[in-house]
């Protein structure tokens, strides 16, 4: 956490927007389990860097990491995030326009699976750069979701895939620990992808990132 701080104040991390987005999240008592502003500001740079246009999110929350994402986008990008609980779409929202980018995103609300398999339906766009931070236990039921909305090139990045070392304990049966653990059976064995895994610490613990770029079309099976 001291390091947290001393990089902050370094680079000059400070955001009046996302400290006002991080008070209203509080003030309507949304779980304080966002991402921290060193990897909001991580997730930023890895879909500039993608050069996205579209990118796609799982789990809004408070919003905090869409806002960070959301302005990686060129002046006509598009994020679509999916949230499930009405609450937080509701702080979401107000914080979306707190921060001036209701033009770039729309909030789908409904649990994540049936709202993908519609876009994979509809032939959706495929996206740029894919950020999944929902319910851990379905992490291995949305990633041939989001390969089926991805294209060559598109970034898919799962957020808390160590679970404070979690993840590398076998007698540990947690439904969370599960579901990443299944996911990375899945991309294990999974052609025309390139994967690493990140593991961070900081203000917000021990955990990590999953990060996979589709290097070519890769058909999935999601019915």
Known sequence: TAVDQYYSELINLSDPILEEV?????ATG???????PHQGRFLEILAKTSRATRILELGTLGAYSTICLARALPASGKL????FD????????????????ANKIEILEGEALP???QMINDNTTPFDFIFVDADKHNYHHYFPCCLSLSKPGTLIIFDNVVRQGDIAAPENNDPNVIGVRKLNELISITPGI????LQTVGCKGYDGFLMVRVDDTVSSDVA
Request: no cysteine.
């Open 86 to 101: 009405p609450h937080h779409i509701q702080t979401a929202q107000q914080n979306i326009e707190t921060a001036g980018l």
């Open 22 to 26: 991080l008070a209203l999240s509080h």
């Open 30 to 36: 949304l779980p304080e389990i966002q991402v921290s």
């Open 194 to 197: 390139s994967t690493s895994m």
């Open 80 to 83: 679509i995030t999916i949230e």
């Open 115 to 117: 709202i993908l398999k």
